[in-house]
């Protein structure tokens, strides 16, 4: 049962512009959320993370927010690179089991074109 | 080594072999978590080690698949008798991690395993 979604598997975006990646999740205790970033024959790379305390955290050209009524958090690149262009995951973990073992969507095609 | 390092990075095996998958994970780091990746997806849990401790073994598909870090260091994954359907990138990932804190996981670049 999947309990982190991202319904949409591709995005493209002109150089530039915003970039806004979706997830929603079902599980209630999930209380930190993080996005990853995968570039092809490479392991996922950590871009940026939300507790459930907070509604929003900027780092540089990424932002995230989080919803927690709607079970939905995005993640918004302004402006958009073409190095940007990845598949981006997004990961939520419920930090009141042991480990924090991160429970992830199907990701999301990003392509930044010129 | 920076990061975390998996090996081999391309395994194919016939159906019904063993393979191990290897994961030196950043040193010091204390938590160590083992993902399976099948095509398309994302990510699925399988194991969770803190140090020496498997304190987590609830996502294994099945009584094949057993990992261990007998030094609370470097951890193998291993797969008996693999069928087709354990074909899928093997993610390694550490952090520090305890229990009480949050930290980041830091993900290695995968065994990719083909089962023919």
């Known amino acids: 049962d999947q309990q982190v979604k991202q319904n949409s598997p591709s995005l493209s975006v002109q150089e530039g512009r915003i970039s806004i990646l979706n997830c929603d999740y079902t599980?209630?205790?999930?209380?930190?959320f993080l996005w990853y970033k995968k570039y092809p024959a490479e392991g996922p790379t950590f871009l940026i993370s939300i507790s459930s305390i907070k509604d929003k955290n900027e780092d540089g050209r990424f932002t995230v927010f989080l919803n927690k009524s709607a079970k939905h958090l995005s993640l918004h690149i302004v402006p958009s690179q073409p190095g940007d262009s990845a598949v981006y995951f997004c990961a939520a973990s419920d930090t009141s089991n042991s480990g924090y073992a991160l429970n992830f969507g199907k990701g999301t095609s990003l392509l930044v074109t010129p | 080594g920076a990061g975390v390092s998996q090996s081999p990075r391309y395994k194919v095996a016939k159906r019904g072999q063993d393979v191990a998958l290897r994961c030196d994970p950043i040193?010091?780091?204390?938590?160590l978590f083992w993902y399976q990746q099948a095509l398309g997806q994302g990510p699925e849990f399988l194991t969770y080690?803190?140090?020496?401790?498997?304190?987590?073994k609830s996502g294994l598909p099945s009584d094949r698949f057993f990992a261990e870090r007998p030094e609370g260091s470097v951890s193998t994954l291993k797969i008996q008798r693999t069928q087709q359907e354990d074909s899928a990138v093997y993610l390694c990932?550490?952090?520090?991690?305890?229990?009480?804190?949050?930290?980041?996981?830091?993900f290695g670049p995968g065994t990719r395993l083909t089962v023919l």
């Open positions: 990932a550490s952090s520090l991690s305890r229990v009480g804190s949050y930290n980041e996981q830091f």
């Open positions: 040193s010091g780091h204390v938590s």
């Open positions: 599980n209630s205790m999930f209380d930190y």
């Open positions: 080690f803190q140090n020496e401790a498997q304190l987590d």
